[in-house]
Nanobody, 115 residues
Framework: QVQLVESGGGLVQSGGSLRLSCAASGSIFSTYVMGWYRQAPGKQRELVATVTSGGRTNYADSVKGRFTLSGDNAKNTVYLQMNSLKPEDTAVYYC?????????WGLGTQVTVSS
């Protein structure tokens, strides 16, 4: 089992910044993919950004140039720096940890961007 603890959500004005953190604990594998997905009301959950244990990142087109995902392997933690936030970024953000065939999710943290 892997436990994911998320922090850093909140309310921010358009153009502002937030930083999300996700710490993994438990049965951590040496190779994995961690990252963030988000789900807005009435919409499907979508990819925001992921990073592999080897440092390779992948971003949704909608956040490229605004969001930066980084990882600290020693702490099994990933950080999502979100800049130039827009109202359409409003969603519940979920941390995800994957090592096939295992797939773990955090409880989610609310990010609200006011216009």
């Amino acid at each position: 089992q892997v436990q994911l603890v998320e922090s850093g959500g909140g309310l921010v004005q358009s153009g502002g910044s937030l930083r999300l953190s996700c710490a993994a604990s438990g049965s951590i594998f040496s190779t994995y993919v961690m990252g963030w997905y988000r789900q807005a009301p009435g919409k499907q959950r979508e990819l925001v950004a992921t990073v592999t244990s080897g440092g390779r990142t992948n971003y949704a087109d909608s956040v490229k140039g605004r969001f930066t995902l980084s990882g600290d392997n020693a702490k099994n933690t990933v950080y999502l720096q979100m800049n130039s936030l827009k109202p359409e970024d409003t969603a519940v953000y979920y941390c995800n940890y994957r090592h096939w065939p295992y797939d773990y999710w955090g409880l989610g943290t609310q990010v609200t961007v006011s216009s």
